[in-house]
């Protein structure tokens, strides 16, 4: 079956530490970006963190850096997110997404195709 | 950064009717701009990409159309299952890409 699947939310205390994992399954997975987005509470989708095919770039909005980092390991088809130096702003859903790149004659066009089911990351004393 | 601006925030229609949202870059983003569909406790899922092209599954009922800074998803005739909040997402800047705030769709 094509999925993705997180696991890792929980409740951690301001200032603490949690590691996102994204498991996926039923396509392959080497092929494609992989995107972070998280969704607080009764607000829209915001893009976290970006991680090319093979690991080698990454990018991150401007509120997480050097607070959050992203890694893939290909040979266990997986997707994390370290999360370190949380705050209450920082509770949200996170969901894992796959970017699909369409090749067209002006450029690449990318789409997230693909989401996870999310999980909830409550910062909270 | 791009930011991308989504009107309305929320509307009310009837089934049946024709709906329109909008949605603009603060720069040109080309073609880039894809369309999502929220429903409450779930996943987004694509509706459509590359502004105008429908996502594969979807009902024919959505269209998209623009290019540069303005784009509109269009509902042709709305459904009781389209109720739900619709997002736009550029895709011509750097990863992470930058979606719309959104716009809430009620069925009256």
């Known amino acids: 079956e094509v999925q993705l699947v997180e696991s890792g939310g929980g409740l951690v205390q301001p200032g603490g530490s949690l590691r996102l994992s994204c498991a996926a399954s039923?396509?392959?997975?080497?092929?494609?970006?992989m995107t972070w987005v998280r969704q607080a509470p009764g607000k829209g989708l915001q893009g976290v963190a970006s991680?090319?095919?093979?690991?080698?770039?990454?990018h991150y909005v401007d509120s997480v850096k050097g607070r959050f980092t992203i890694s893939r390991d290909n040979a266990k088809n997986s997707l994390y997110l370290q999360m370190n130096s949380l705050r209450d702003e920082d509770t949200s859903v996170y969901y894992c997404?796959?970017?699909?790149?369409?090749?067209?004659?002006?450029?690449?066009?990318?789409?997230?195709?693909?989401w996870g089911q999310g999980t909830m990351v409550t910062v909270s004393s | 950064d791009i930011q991308m601006t989504q009107s309305p925030s929320s509307l009310s229609a009837s089934v049946g009717d024709r709906v329109t949202i909008t949605c603009r870059a603060s720069q040109s983003i080309r073609n880039y701009l894809n369309w999502y569909q929220q429903k409450p406790g779930k996943a987004p899922q694509l509706l459509i990409h590359?502004?105008?092209t429908l996502q594969s599954g979807v009902p024919s009922r959505f269209s998209g159309s623009g290019s540069g800074t303005d784009f509109t998803l269009t509902i042709g005739s709305l459904q009781p299952e389209d109720s739900a909040t619709y997002y736009c997402?550029?895709?011509?800047?750097?990863?992470?890409?930058?979606f719309g705030g959104g716009t809430k769709v009620e069925i009256k």
């Open positions: 590359a502004a105008s």
């Open positions: 039923g396509f392959p997975f080497t092929n494609y970006w």
């Open positions: 991680i090319n095919p093979d690991g080698t770039k990454k």
């Open positions: 997404a796959r970017r699909r790149g369409i090749r067209y004659s002006s450029g690449w066009s990318h789409s997230f195709d693909m």
């Open positions: 997402q550029q895709s011509d800047d750097n990863p992470p890409d930058t």
